[in-house]
Every structure is written in C-alpha cells, then in structure tokens.
T-cell receptor
Framework: NAGVTQTPKFQVLKTGQSMTLQCAQD?????MYWYRQDPGMGLRLIYY???????DKGEVPNGYNVSRLNKREFSLRLESAAPSQTSVYFC??????????????FGPGTRLLVL | DQQVKQNSPSLSVQEGRISILNCDYT??????FLWYKKYPAEGPTFLIS?????DKNEDGRFTVFLNKSAKHLSLHIVPSQPGDSAVYFC?????????FGTGTSLTVIP
C-alpha cells in the first residue's frame, strides 16, 4: 500500500511554462485534494474532488486547473506558471472516519520553483 | 482572512514534560477538528481528531481538547519525546473543506 504518491518531487519552471502535477492514491478513497503550502500561510486548498467526475474550487484556485481522471488519480495543471506559484504542493485523499467527517492522508509533496 | 490560527510559531519543551499546542478558529460552522504532524520534506500525517460534539479525545500520549464557546482547541503531548519534534498543524473542517493553521514548530530537548 503506497498511500498517496506525487510526481515529480521537484520541478523548476520558467515563467509562462506549463506543467501537470500528478497524484495517485491506492486506498480507494472517494475524495481528493490539492493544497499549496507557503511560508507563514499554512496549507491552502486549491481544488478538491468529492468523487470521481466532480471537482470544486477551494480557497485559492486562480491559475490552476484540475482533472479527476479516475478514482485513483487527481492531477493539477498550471497552464502558464508565474513566480507567485512557487510553493510546495500537497495532494491528499480522505476517508470517512465517522458520520460525515473525513480524515485526510497526504502525499510527500512537490516542490515547485518558478523563475 | 485566516479562519484557523496558531499564534505560536514555535515551542521548546524538555523531554518528559508536557507540550501544549494551541489553536483558535473563527468559523462556528466547523464541526470537525484535526491535528497533523509534519517532518521536513514530508507530507503532513494525521495525528488525532475531535468532533464538535465532544470536548476531549485521547490517544496514547496525545490528547486534544475542544472549547467550543471559546473557539479554541489544544493538543497535549505527555510525556514529550525527542521524536515529537516536528511542525504541528491544526485543521478544521466544514462540509468536507479543510482549513489549516500556519503551524507550530515543536522542539523537544533531550
């Protein structure tokens, strides 16, 4: 059981370039999430997917798109990278832990530097 | 506007003593609260949680307390161990959207 995996682990982009961050989970979780972590800001939700075929905006969606390819995979795309998108990106999936509450499990993160 | 706040960026505690990490929130709609632990270059790992209908949840050395009237929760670690040194994030949830605090870096001194 690999849990939540993310690729790549580290990426350097030039302003205006595009890229896709990949995330996969093997825990059969319905919900998946993308966060970014910046110094002094905690983790902020970019997009989430409550189930296969659905996606919703989080707190900071501008400049990003997502695709829930199937139950296992949830990708995050930067169409035209900007220096403000330099961050550490975490993918998570979640499982109900009692009632309507869910507990999230995180991947190891992708460090992105936009020059 | 930060809905979940951790006002102490860092905390140092002697091994064997109690560590108390604090968290405040503003949204009364939050119904589930969690603590995560994060080591450098790794993703956060789930530690302990509490539902809004409870005021205490205990798991081994870790206890989370919730004071709904004060919109405050705390994590107690007793006894603290050097391996507990990490960044701790509190998080709050409403309708399966999660909001995280900025983290408290705990150092347990041997």
């Amino acid at each position: 059981n690999a849990g939540v995996t993310q690729t790549p682990k580290f990426q350097v982009l030039k302003t205006g370039q595009s890229m896709t961050l990949q995330c996969a989970q093997d825990m059969n979780h319905n919900s998946m999430y993308w966060y970014r972590q910046d110094p002094g800001m905690g983790l902020r939700l970019i997009y989430y997917s409550a189930s296969e075929g659905t996606t919703d905006k989080g707190e900071v969606p501008n400049g990003y798109n997502v695709s829930r390819l199937n139950k296992r995979e949830f990708s995050l795309r930067l169409e035209s990278a900007a220096p403000s998108q330099t961050s550490v990106y975490f993918c998570a999936s979640s499982v109900p832990s009692g009632g309507a509450q869910e507990t999230q499990y995180f991947g190891p993160g992708t460090r992105l530097l936009v020059l | 506007d930060q809905q979940v706040k951790q006002n102490s960026p860092s905390l140092s505690v002697q091994e064997g003593r109690i560590s108390i990490l604090n968290c405040d929130y503003t949204n009364s709609m939050f119904d589930y609260f969690l603590w995560y632990k994060k080591y450098p270059a790794e993703g956060p790992t789930f530690l302990i949680s509490i539902s809004s209908i409870k005021d205490k949840n205990e798991d081994g050395r870790f206890t989370v307390f919730l004071n709904k009237s004060a919109k405050h929760l705390s994590l107690h670690i007793v006894p603290s161990q050097p391996g507990d040194s990490a960044v701790y994030f509190c998080a709050a949830s409403a309708q399966n959207q999660f909001y995280f605090g900025t983290g408290t870096s705990l150092t347990v001194i041997p």
